[in-house]
């Protein structure tokens, strides 16, 4: 069963079972604006196979949990988005990451490690985090143990049409704003975010931020995706 129960706050819900993978605001439900609501504003959190096999769901009334429930969950019966072609990019661009010199300290972590895990991997195929609405990116999100996953995916691989759609201000508040929205408290848990790019004539492209906790470790992110602003922060990348 479920460790949350009625009373808590949406961020000890957080502490506990991690972000949810989606949520829902009232708006949502009305069907007015869907997937555009803040974290601040949800009503509704789902969480699947948390805990493992099961499907957690979590109502909220100003931000405190009015009710928690667990149903049987099981993966097969999931309709899959169909990212299997995401798997090898990721692997790819993992090895070329451990690789190289730059990121020694970061991929010796324990949640670099885990976001190669099978779990993690598999996340990334059967999870829907498809752009909700025109200029919005996709999302959703989970917690392996350490590391916070953050997943985009999107039908764009030209680097600067990502820019122009998705980052116009930079992918640094757009990162934040994820964070925010699933209620990541930052740099308590290492923080990985992928972003993914398939086009109708199956181009692709994979995008990796990783931010970890330990003070000291060095902060990787999509130098691609960068503003010029951005990049003349000297920001490490991959």
């Not at 300290?105 to 059967?126: A, C, M, N, Q, T």
């Amino acid at each position: 069963m479920t460790q949350v129960t009625p009373g808590m706050s949406k961020y000890e819900v957080v502490d506990v079972l991690g972000p949810p993978l989606d949520f829902l605001t009232t708006e949502d439900f009305l069907g007015n604006t869907p997937h555009s609501g803040s974290f601040r504003d949800s009503v509704s959190w789902l969480y699947l196979d948390v805990p493992p096999g099961m499907e957690t769901q979590v109502t909220l009334e100003g931000g405190v949990v009015t009710s928690a429930r667990d149903l049987p969950y099981d993966a097969s019966d999931v309709g899959r988005p169909g990212h299997e072609w995401a798997r090898p990019l990721m692997v790819d661009h993992l090895a070329r990451t451990e690789s190289d010199p730059v990121f020694a300290g970061l991929v010796r972590l324990p949640g670099w490690r885990r976001l190669g895990s099978p779990e993690v991997l598999d996340f990334v195929e059967i999870t829907h985090a498809a752009p909700p609405g025109p200029y919005q990116i996709g999302r959703a999100a989970r917690r392996f143990g350490e590391l916070d996953v953050l997943l985009s995916f999107c039908e764009l691989t030209s680097a600067d049409q990502l820019r122009t759609t998705y980052l116009n201000h930079g992918y640094v508040p757009v990162l934040s704003d994820l964070v925010a929205s699933f209620g990541i408290r930052p740099r308590q848990y290492d923080l990985a975010h992928w972003i993914f790019g398939r086009t109708s004539d199956s181009d692709t492209v994979a995008h990796l931020a990783y931010v970890p906790a330990a003070a000291g470790v060095m902060i990787m992110m999509p130098w691609d995706l960068l503003s010029a602003a951005e990049q003349s922060g000297r920001s490490a990348s991959s």
